[in-house]
């Protein structure tokens, strides 16, 4: 409901993942006895679930770096899961280049589990502090049947030296490495089996900024090197904007608005956009600072999730759902006022 | 106020706070988290303390409010709040001194608070056990403080628990309870960090208003240099237990490679800069446990010369209320 059909003429840029009208539902958690009760009628009461993904459309077309922005419960990082299978949709469906993953034999998920590959946001917490590096580092290998030891050895060498590791820290525990040592190392994992498509969560967010620039420089030289294709999920807009090609804005699981880097401040973007904008720095206008909060994904407001805090808000905003309208051949927008 | 409190009377000399050559310990003082630090904060004030994780900025804070954790001690220096000693002081008046005369707030607003007890009962034990009011009078003064801090509905919100809060209206409460009995000095260490950045935005905000409406002196502890900006008259950069250089809010004019180096590894602002790559600072900042004779960013510095490594170098004025902690500045 929230996207225009995809767009036509495009066919040489056959998107790489597609989400078509996905929703993603939870449960909260209602104590035992409620959940005895569902067991018993043996099917999930969507009535009182809670929806992080609430139906979007999006591309990640091959080669881009497409950036995720949204704050905590935005559903950004349910939609980064859905997109590599670590969530299943409840309803629409996510393609792998051109294939509904549902459709999937175990086989052909093992291989696009290879070619997709998940960047979690806390290193330390993302690594198995039994294994070393190499052990880590090996594991995707040993599981795809993939190479001899010596090969492996090999592999793990060259993947640590790709990353700015030394190769004698291999037979190192995760405990052993700083936390952006950690991240190059989970980063080297994700590559391993030189993937196609990297979805990072907030790679940077848990690092110094010292450090942290020295993980996106990593990031963009790796997937120029490597003609990765990548989704970077984060809340923070300055760092979105400096790595990716496109920008998709969620909020209140909803997309707010898919843009070109290139159009940043060019167009009339959407008030949350503009909000998120001036809260980089404290040096913005008051006018410009969002009031209230977020919604509460139990309870969404009426029509369309920003309306309690949006200075533009009209009676249309808090009666009718958005929808997402293409304003320009390459930015589609969800608002009333700009459609 | 306590009429037998001694602060409760004006002290002679403008200065809020002055810290001498702090320095803050662990093991016995085999390894210093802060190695001898001064700087100073003048009432109404609102400075910013920027650093690292490990740099020691949160140390600092602690040992101002007398809240070191279990193993850390203060070693040298002194720290002096309006022209007292605080050394001097014993464990009643010290706990005196807190919530009349500093308040803080802490990064994770939800450890903050006691999960137990409703929000009102929180800010209302403030004005029952320090003011001795009557516990009517303290739920009234209490709703009064929460409208203040722009929670929407006072009323409904003293009722409930702190865990039906979300992330930036209980870092409201937090700043509330800091501000309940209008001290001086507000410390807040990393407010913001754990907060989506529109939200952060209002907490800024609202610690900027409170402080210019009730003439209070802030301590701004943040890794995030930006939010600085608006916000800071005076910011101070610390690495590695010393502070390298003193400079202004925004940043505008940086003297010190760290900082220089920290500002250059930053993402631009998308309306300043196009995209392209970061310069980030090579390297990792020293372990606490490190000891060298020289400058300690020297390692990572791209200005380094011979002196570097065997002297520390001294805190210089480059002008007034510029300091500067480097070799080679001024050129």
Redesign the interface.
């Known amino acids: 409901m929230n996207a225009p059909a995809p767009p036509k003429g495009l066919a040489g840029e056959a998107p790489i993942l597609a989400l078509r009208s996905v929703r993603k539902y939870f449960m909260p958690s209602q104590g035992l006895a409620s959940e005895i009760a569902s067991l018993w009628r043996k099917k999930r009461d969507v009535a009182g679930s809670v929806q992080a993904v609430k139906g979007l459309d999006l591309e990640v077309k091959p080669g881009e770096i497409l950036g995720l922005v949204g ?2 419960g935005s559903g950004k990082s349910t939609l980064g899961r859905l997109m590599c299978r670590l969530h299943e949709p409840d309803q629409g469906q996510v393609l792998y280049e051109g294939r509904d993953l549902a459709l999937f034999s175990k086989a052909e998920l093992k291989g696009f589990r290879a070619k997709v590959q998940f960047m979690f946001q806390d290193p330390a917490s993302s690594l198995n502090p039994r294994l070393t590096a190499r052990s880590a580092l090996t594991e995707g290998l040993t599981i795809h049947k993939l190479g001899t030891r010596a090969e492996k050895n090999l592999k793990v060498n060259l993947l640590m030296e790709e990353v700015g590791l030394s190769a004698d820290l291999a037979s190192r525990y995760p405990h052993q490495f ?1 936390g ?1 040592q950690r991240q190059r190392l989970c980063l080297a994992r994700a590559l391993s089996l030189d993937p196609k498509l990297l979805i990072a969560d907030e790679p940077a967010s848990a690092l ?7 993980i ?2 990593l990031l ?1 030289s790796l997937k120029e090197r490597r003609g990765l294709t990548m989704v970077l999920i984060s ?5 979105v ?3 990716a090609d496109r920008l998709a804005v969620m909020y209140g699981g909803l997309l707010m608005e898919v843009f070109p ?1 290139s159009l ?2 060019k167009v009339d973007h959407h008030p949350y956009v503009k ?10 206008k ?1 006018d410009l ?3 209230g ?2 919604p509460d994904p139990q309870n969404p407001p009426p029509g369309c999730p920003f309306n309690p805090r949006c200075p533009e808000a009209e009676d249309i905003c808090r009666e009718r759902e958005i929808r997402m309208i293409r304003l320009e051949p390459d930015r589609s927008c969800a608002c009333h006022r700009r459609a | 106020m306590p009429e037998n409190d001694p602060l409760s009377r004006p002290a002679p000399r403008d200065v809020l706070v002055k810290v001498k050559n702090l320095s803050v310990g662990f093991a016995r003082g085999e390894i210093l988290a802060v190695k001898g630090i001064d700087f100073e904060l003048l009432p109404g004030e609102v400075v910013g303390l920027v650093g ?2 490990g740099s020691g900025k949160s140390m600092t804070a602690l040992s101002l409010m007398g809240l070191l954790p279990h193993g850390a001690t203060q070693g040298s220096g002194s720290i002096f709040f309006k022209g007292r000693d605080l050394a001097g002081l014993g464990k009643k008046e010290r706990r005196e001194l807190c919530g009349d005369h500093m308040g803080m707030v802490f990064q994770e607003p939800l450890t903050a608070l006691n999960p137990v007890l409703t929000i009102g009962e929180q800010v209302s034990e403030i004005f029952r056990l320090r003011r001795g009011m009557r516990k009517a009078q303290a739920n009234k003064a209490a709703l009064a403080l929460l409208g203040q801090v722009g929670l929407p509905n006072p009323a409904e919100a003293a009722k409930s628990y702190p865990h039906r809060f ?4 209980r870092q409201r409460v937090v700043i509330a309870m800091a501000l309940a009995l209008d001290p001086e000095l507000v410390i807040a260490d990393e407010p913001t960090t754990a907060l ?7 907490i ?2 609202l610690l ?1 208003d409170m402080a210019e409406r009730r003439q209070t002196g802030v301590l701004f502890i943040t ?1 995030n ?7 800071a008259q005076r910011v101070l950069v610390m690495y590695a237990g010393i502070l390298v250089e003193q400079t202004m809010g ?1 940043f505008s004019d940086p003297l010190h490679p760290y900082t220089m ?2 500002l ?8 300043e800069g196009q ?8 390297g ?2 020293p372990s606490p446990s490190d000891r060298f004779p020289g400058c300690p960013f020297q390692p990572r510095c791209p200005e380094t010369i011979d002196l570097c490594q065997n002297a520390l170098p001294p805190m210089a004025q480059v002008s007034p209320g510029r300091l500067v902690r480097c070799h080679r500045r001024p050129r």
Request: aromatic share 2%.
């Open positions: 704050e905590s700083s952006g110094d900024v010292s450090i942290q620039a020295q996106i420089n963009l809340h923070d807009l300055a760092l904007c400096l790595m880097r940043l401040g909000a998120l904008w001036a809260s980089i720095d404290s040096t913005s008051s600072i969002l009031e909060e977020p | 690292e994780s979300s992330g930036g209206m989506d950045p529109t939200i952060a935005a209002q800024v905000w900027r890794h240099l930006r939010i600085l900006a608006g916000l925004d180096g920290l250059k590894a930053l993402p631009p602002n998308p309306s995209a392209g790559k970061l310069t980030p600072i090579p990792q900042p």
